[in-house]
């Protein structure tokens, strides 16, 4: 039997996308082990979730360092020592340094709250009603040091509806969310999607338009 894709996930919050993963992990529709959660924020909800479900989890505190750079050393050394095949960034709120993202090249990704490139950074469903937008979205994209801004590889769309708040809009995309992750690396860990170059590669052929999250519980070119 192949090997399960080993996942390291990095969180700073709730921590639903991390439990997303495990969930579908334990239903058997993700052949992957989630084998270390890693998070800036001591007591984050996200590290409960990880120790309910038996995952080893380690935080340290920006404080303790002096720059960025060696926070990130740190951190991406402890990352490191679990051999992660795959690095994903699932409600981590910190910009990444360029030494990390270089060493993590070809496997690290973030699950973004819009469709990008709209709305990189913070209050994205409030950005979209103020905007008129008609219709909202999640981003799965490779990490770069810039804030929310490598090739995306595939979204998820919903309608923004009459009355939409931000409260409303983010819960509705939250779960679309949940199945973007899932099904994003569900592909990393087939083979259908390879992000180890400069470009992610859907079968084989690079990814011009972001793919997207289908119904059917699997990515789809986008049409
Ligand atoms: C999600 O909306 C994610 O897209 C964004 O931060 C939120 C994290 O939620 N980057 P959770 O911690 O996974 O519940």
Redesign the pocket.
């Known amino acids: 039997m192949a090997r399960r894709l080993r996942i390291a996930v990095l969180?700073?919050?709730?921590?639903?996308?991390?439990l997303a993963l495990i969930d579908a992990r334990s239903r058997g529709e993700l052949p992957v082990d989630v084998v270390g959660v890693f998070s800036d924020r001591p007591g984050c909800l996200?590290l409960s979730v990880a120790s309910e479900a038996g995952i080893p989890g380690f935080a340290q505190r920006p404080s303790g360092f002096a720059s960025r750079a060696e926070f990130d050393e740190a951190m991406f050394n402890r990352i490191e020592a679990v051999q992660p095949d795959l690095i994903v960034c699932?409600?981590y709120m910190r910009l990444i340094s360029d030494a990390a993202v270089s060493r993590s090249r070809g496997k690290l990704i973030?699950?973004?709250?819009s469709l990008l490139p709209k709305y990189p950074g913070l209050r994205t469903h409030a950005r979209a009603l103020a905007a008129g937008d008609r219709e909202h979205g999640?981003s799965v994209h490779c990490v770069i040091a810039k804030l929310d801004a490598g090739a995306v590889i595939a979204q998820a769309r919903i309608p923004v509806l009459e009355g939409d708040r931000p409260e409303s809009l983010?819960n509705r995309l939250?779960e679309r969310?949940h199945q973007l992750l899932v099904q994003t690396v569900k592909a990393i860990a087939d083979g259908d999607l390879d992000i180890s170059g400069n470009q992610p590669r859907w079968h084989g052929l690079p990814i011009h338009t972001p793919l997207s999250s289908g119904p059917n519980g699997h990515l789809e070119e986008h049409r």
């Not at 969180?11 to 991390?18: D, E, H």
């Open positions: 969180a700073s919050g709730r921590g639903s996308n991390l996200a699932a409600g973030n699950i973004h709250p999640a983010a939250l969310e």
